[in-house]
């Protein structure tokens, strides 16, 4: 979060919401009636170091002018609670035949039986 | 006319006879021409051509049990189940359907109550539709057996079934007693030259 | 020489060639279906039609029209193009488009003439006609819906693998092609029919919905199955072998491939060493390399030489057979034999084990006597060679070995022991005369009369009987020995054979026994008795875990053949090189490495650190391994102890054709195999090779 930002969030800054993570949603302040064309800029303040992906679905919508107002979170029963990227982290996704998930796999080709005494 | 697929076969000793005139008139090593006729003199002793006796005949003429079944399957002449003693082979090509052999097929089906691919149940009869049988001059006609019996209509074919069912002899060939493929009613061309020469005309 | 046209080409062509044919020697491709060089012309697919003037106005079937002096052909005509157009329509009536799910999938002649010849859409609205699955036995699966009566394999199974049951029964739109009864196709060359099909009729069994065509990698390599040496591609995905296809040679398989060569790849699957193994207190644990090594270190290490010996088994190769004979020479061994069923084969004389007549050579023979030997199981394909010389017409040939088995060629029953081997060199037999009269007599020596306790004897007669005959002449040798290991001829070569004072198959087995050898170290040798080795340390180095591993008291891991670029020389004399087609499992190395390895592990350091050392080494010992696929004619000298014969009758040295080799037995296709043909056919008995 750069100073221009937070300097941006204090002068002009209209709290939105905050979603599941703590991360904020502003938008500006000032309304330009005069350009009915004219959209208010909205922004998140991350909540922690930031992180394009730490955004869930619902705030995402609204972040890129999809919504008005942020979605309803888990409005669906098959939705999932929105996990960030975890690529090099220790939650990142390994495949079932790695050894850091259990290292248990189907049969594949290249498979051979060993003989055992 | 019975038995079943798998029953081993073998000739009867007139039977026999036979095959071996046939397989005589083949030189030595050729044994295989005969495989036709020995085929054929198979189901006149069985009824129907089955496993046992395209093995017998491939024994007897010395090839591949294979290419008997092959030359089985690919002629009609060849049953490959047991049918009725009349196997009763109705022409229902273009020729013959043009001149009725809906009739014909109807009177048969009517006098037997079977329907085609049928047998009667005292194995008497089975009805088949056949592809041309070279006869259409004569049409409508159907083969029972070795005989043709032409120039039929629906009275004359129920009356023929009736016949064959009581076991009474049979007109066989032309119905309407044409010999040979001769113009209804006699010659209409070259008429002089027929009376005079006695070429065609009646035997 | 007829000169004809051919798109504007002139080419001059031998009377009685087709059309086809002449086309190909310009290049020019025909499509076709139902014409193959090596089968009978059948004429029925109509895919080869082409212009020809001056004829009738019509299309003519390119592989059944003879030449003709000053015909003009033309091959992309207007008419030929339109007349294929058609002939494909036809065909794709009732073929089915079901090419996503067929295994024939990118590699069908049909799919690829559709490219070029096929419509956009099919004008017909009918129903495609369906035929159910025929029951073909355990390698070759049937979609016959698909089948577009070619009769390929028809005119295989019953011109080349002799076994006439196969057919098309009924005619026309009900044609369908079957075996007889739908019996299972009882032939050593069954898979063939699979490479035949142009469709995705016949598919091979084992491999269905298992890999398509683009995903492998080809390796041309060698088949060591049987001592044929077959020339084979070895397609691999991911390290696994998933189809063995035969390749082209002339002058060894033509293109076919014997069942057993070509399915019991899934055995190398099985039952596989990955890991040395050293006995500690009567079990077999898991090892390093280096603590293998020291155990036999612990075992050899002072141990007199002549109480070392080595066996080498029926697939190791040339180069690993290099290292353990000079590894024995430093340990002062001569206990080493390749000739792990004891034929009294002699090594001195190398025209004395080979197939002199060589395979192609079959084909000039006009007399053969078959000697204790079974080729339509020793080796299928060579088999199907004397098939084709007998189908050329005169041609004799006489058996003395156990009767009635059928070869798909007539073989005039001699006897059944040696005793009218005697009697034919001797010229009481009639069939001396025969092979007299012939101009080019052949004897077919087979290791069923070799592995007898008299057979070097039999050697001396068969050597005899050559000599009296007259097979030995200028350009013609059919002195033929028939192995059955692929090993045989390359150890023999290399003098994997017991040295002065040193023991043979038997000596070392009887030494084991009585304590006389300490030390066996057996080189993928499972033929032999292992449970008659006495108390003797035994070294088992190989792929599979088969009955020498079991036996062992160190186990060190080898490669199988599509896993190592390895010499074998043929029953010829032909040396050839495997490729590494995959790469073995867990630990195991090549097996000249480990040997290497082991000689260092010994303080007896070899001096072959590379491979080419090893091939240097290796044609030094005998310079005929250094010039690959060729055979190098031997000299005909005196071979053989003549001495008195045994009258018992001749067996056949393969009890069960699908089970012969630590491969095969491991492999669950074979196993299937031996179920359905041996077992169920009372005719063959036994179980395990």
């Excluded at chain 3, 390599?221 to 390749?247: E, F, H, K, M, Y």
Aim: glycine share 10%; charged share 25%; with cysteine.
């Amino acid at each position: 979060m750069s100073i221009g930002t937070r300097l941006l969030t204090m002068l002009n800054g209209e709290f939105v919401g905050e979603d599941a993570h703590g991360n904020k949603y502003y938008q500006e302040r000032t309304k330009r009636l005069s350009n009915p064309l004219y959209r208010r800029k909205r922004w998140v303040m991350y909540k922690g170091k930031a992180e394009g992906s730490k955004v869930p679905a619902e705030w995402h919508a609204w972040l890129h002018y999809t919504n008005d107002t942020p979605l309803n979170a888990r409005s669906k029963a098959w939705e999932q609670p929105h996990k960030p990227n975890l690529t090099g982290t220790l939650g990142a996704y390994v495949p079932k035949g790695d050894d850091r998930a259990g290292g248990t796999r189907a049969a594949s080709t290249g498979d051979y039986q060993a003989w055992r005494p | 006319m019975s038995g079943s697929a798998t029953e081993a076969f073998q000739f009867t000793p007139e039977y026999m006879e036979q095959a071996k005139a046939i397989l005589a008139k083949y030189p030595q090593g050729r044994e295989r021409s005969g495989v036709l006729p020995l085929l054929d003199l198979a189901q006149r002793q069985l009824g129907w051509v089955s496993t046992g006796v395209v093995e017998e005949v491939a024994r007897i003429t010395k090839t591949p049990r294979m290419k008997v079944l092959e030359v089985a399957t690919f002629y009609t002449m060849y049953k490959h189940s047991p049918k009725g003693r009349h196997h009763v082979e109705v022409c229902t090509n273009i020729a013959c359907w043009l001149r009725g052999s809906d009739e014909v097929l109807r009177a048969i089906k009517d006098e037997l109550g079977i329907d085609v691919g049928g047998q009667t149940g005292d194995d008497l009869f089975s009805l088949a539709e056949a592809e041309c049988l070279g006869a259409c001059c004569n049409a409508p006609m159907l083969q029972i057996g070795d005989e043709y019996f032409e120039d039929l209509t629906y009275e004359t074919t129920r009356d023929l079934v009736r016949k064959l069912k009581r076991g009474e002899p049979v007109k066989v060939g032309s119905q309407i007693g044409r010999s040979g493929s001769e113009p209804e009613g006699g010659p209409t061309t070259l008429a002089e030259f027929c009376t005079t020469s006695k070429v065609g005309g009646a035997e | 020489m007829p000169k004809l046209t051919i798109d504007g080409i002139e080419v001059e062509v031998p009377a009685g060639t087709t059309v086809l044919q002449a086309a190909e020697i310009l290049g020019i491709e025909i499509p076709r279906f139902c014409y193959h060089e090596r089968l009978s012309i059948a004429g029925n697919c109509r895919m080869c039609l082409v212009e020809v003037k001056p004829g009738p106005p019509k299309p003519a079937a390119s592989c059944a029209m003879p030449v003709a002096e000053g015909m003009d052909v033309r091959t992309d005509s207007e008419m030929a193009r339109k007349a294929r157009k058609g002939v494909m329509e036809f065909l794709l009536i009732n073929h089915p488009l079901d090419c996503p799910i067929c295994d024939q999938g990118g590699e069908c002649d049909l799919q690829d003439e559709a490219m070029t010849f096929g419509n956009d859409h099919s004008r017909y609205g009918e129903m495609k006609r369906s035929v159910t699955e025929k029951e073909m036995g355990p390698l070759v699966k049937t979609a016959m819906t698909r089948c577009i009566h070619c009769t390929r394999c028809v005119r295989f199974t019953t011109e080349v693998a002799g076994v006439p049951e196969m057919g098309m029964l009924g005619r026309g739109e009900h044609a369908e092609i079957t075996t007889y009864l739908e019996q299972a196709l009882d032939s050593e060359l069954s898979g063939n029919v699979v490479d035949l099909c142009p469709v995705g009729a016949l598919t091979s069994r084992p491999y269905a919905f298992t890999a398509r065509p683009w995903e492998l990698r080809k390796t041309e390599s060698i088949d060591v199955l049987d001592a044929l040496g077959t020339n084979v591609r070895i397609d691999v995905r991911s390290g696994q072998v998933l189809r063995i296809l035969p390749r082209l040679n002339e002058a060894v398989n033509e293109e076919w491939l014997a069942d057993k060569s070509r399915h019991a790849m899934d055995g190398l699957r099985q039952q596989r060493l990955d890991t040395p193994y050293v006995r500690k207190d009567g079990q077999l644990v898991p090892a390093s390399w280096e603590e293998a090594f020291a155990a036999i270190r612990a075992k050899v290490a002072g141990l007199d030489g002549s109480r070392i010996a080595a066996i080498a088994g029926d697939q190791a190769d040339c180069e690993a057979m290099t290292a353990l004979k000079d590894l024995m020479g430093v340990l002062g061994s001569t206990n080493l034999d390749c000739r792990q069923d004891g034929a009294k084969l002699d090594p001195t004389v190398r025209a004395g084990y080979l197939f002199n007549s060589t395979v192609e050579g079959i084909e000039s023979a006009d007399a053969l006597l078959l000697v204790g030997s079974d080729p339509r199981w020793e080796a299928p394909v060579l088999n199907a060679r004397i098939r084709k010389r007998y189908l050329a017409g005169g041609f004799k040939a006489g058996r003395i070995g156990p009767a009635g088995r059928d070869l798909t060629y007539p073989v005039e029953e001699l006897g059944v022991d040696p005793s009218v081997l005697i009697e034919i060199a001797e010229g009481r037999h009639p069939f001396a005369e025969v092979l007299k009269a012939a101009k080019t007599p052949m004897i077919i020596l087979g290791m069923g009369a070799l592995t007898r306790t008299d057979g070097a004897a039999i050697l001396a007669a068969a050597r005899k009987v050559a000599d009296t005959t007259g097979m030995v002449t200028e350009g013609w040798n059919g002195f033929s020995v028939l192995h059955t290991a692929a090993a045989r001829v390359g150890g023999l070569d290399l003098g994997f054979v017991p040295g002065s004072g040193g023991l043979d198959t038997r000596g070392i087995q009887a030494g084991c026994a009585s304590g006389a050898v300490e030390v066996l170290y057996l080189l993928g040798a499972d033929e032999i008795d292992t449970n008659a080795l006495g108390k003797a340390f035994v070294i088992y180095q190989g792929s599979h875990g088969d009955a020498g591993a079991h036996r062992a008291d160190v186990i060190l891991p080898g490669l199988a053949y599509t896993e190592k670029e390895a010499t074998y020389v043929n029953t010829e004399g032909r040396p050839q090189r495997t490729k590494v087609a995959g790469f073995g499992p867990g630990e195991a190395k090549e097996d000249w490495k480990i040997i290497r390895a082991l000689s260092g592990a010994l303080d007896k350091t070899l001096p072959l650190d590379s491979v080419h050392q090893v091939r240097a080494r290796m044609a030094e010992i005998n310079p005929v391994l250094g010039t690959m696929n060729a055979v190098t004619p031997a000299a005909w000298e005196a071979f053989g102890t003549e001495g008195p014969v045994d009258t018992a009758a001749f067996t056949t040295a393969i009890a069960n054709y699908y089970m012969t080799c630590p491969i095969s037995r491991a492999s669950p296709t074979m196993a299937e195999c031996t179920r359905v043909f041996i077992n169920g056919n009372q005719e063959r008995t036994g179980t395990d090779g």
